[in-house]
Nanobody, 126 residues
Framework: QVQLEESGGGSVQPGGSLRLSCAAS????????MGWFRQAPGKEREFVAG????????CYADSVKGRFTISRDNAKNTVYLQMNSLKPEDTAVYYC???????????????????WGQGTQVTVSS
């Protein structure tokens, strides 16, 4: 079983950047396909980005495509989300998640993930 811990959230002005990190412990991160999700107040948790075990495939929600980049360093047991050109509508709690599903593909549904971190707050405001 893997434990996940997010960090790197904070407050930033529109147009700014943040890099989120998700550190894994308990089991090698390379065993899992990974994803980032977010949840704004009063809204359902939504998919942001995903990446396969060996970084062969990444995928993004249309709302963040071209602005966010997901990456991973299996040697450091860490997944990253680089967020550029941030908008107020990006404000949310951001979660990383791990799935032990077999196929190397994009997993964009919350029900497809087995393990979740506690989340980190991102606030974009002037």
């Amino acid at each position: 079983q893997v434990q996940l811990e997010e960090s790197g959230g904070g407050s930033v002005q529109p147009g700014g950047s943040l890099r989120l990190s998700c550190a894994a412990s308990g089991r090698a991160l390379s065993s899992y396909h990974m994803g980032w999700f977010r949840q704004a107040p009063g809204k359902e948790r939504e998919f942001v980005a995903g990446i396969t075990r060996q970084s062969g495939t990444s995928c993004y929600a249309d709302s963040v495509k071209g602005r966010f980049t997901i990456s991973r360093d299996n040697a450091k047991n860490t997944v990253y989300l680089q967020m550029n050109s941030l908008k107020p509508e990006d404000t949310a709690v951001y979660y990383c998640a791990a799935t032990s599903s077999y196929l190397a593909k994009c997993y964009a549904d919350v029900t497809q993930y087995d393990y979740w971190g506690q989340g980190t707050q991102v606030t974009v405001s002037s």
